[in-house]
């Protein structure tokens, strides 16, 4: 299943084309410089997929996604959330002050229930 997670950013952007000269220690351990970690918003424990590529070796974080949240990464939800954002930013939608406003409103928008004869 793929997911659409969002890109790293503008500070990670700032970085491509720098190089930094790592070394590989024992049990094959590379230390990435901070500015290369704090660019590429990694952490300690953080996952990195390592591929040989024709020109060289390509580190690409992995961010893992709980199970339980797997839903908002699919690219139906993410086309949903665009929606939503394009139609807020048009002004659209209503807002509401407070749960019972909300409340009042979907009463008023509800179909009537339908009614139960007694036989």
């Keep these: 299943m793929e997911y ?6 503008e500070s ?9 000269r790592i070394t590989l220690r024992a049990k094959g351990q590379l230390t990435l410089p901070e ?15 390592a591929k040989v590529t024709a ?6 974080p992995q961010k893992v996604i709980d199970a ?3 839903w908002y990464w699919t690219p139906e939800w993410q086309e949903g959330e665009r929606e939503a954002d394009a139609q807020e930013a048009a002004g659209l939608g209503d807002t509401f002050d407070s749960p019972e406003e ?11 229930a339908a009614r139960r004869f007694k036989r």
């Excluded at 970690?37 to 990195?48: F, M, N, T, V």
């Excluded at 020109?55 to 690409?60: E, H």
């Excluded at 909300?102 to 009537?112: E, G, I, V």
């Design 4 to 9: 659409d997670i969002p890109t790293l950013g």
């Design 12 to 20: 990670y952007c700032r970085m491509l084309g720098e190089m930094a």
């Design 35 to 49: 500015e290369i970690r704090k660019a590429a918003h990694l952490d300690e424990g953080d996952l990195l997929e």
């Design 55 to 60: 020109d060289g070796i390509l580190l690409r």
């Design 68 to 70: 339980s949240q797997a």
């Design 102 to 112: 909300f409340l009042d409103a979907l009463r008023t928008r509800a179909k009537p």
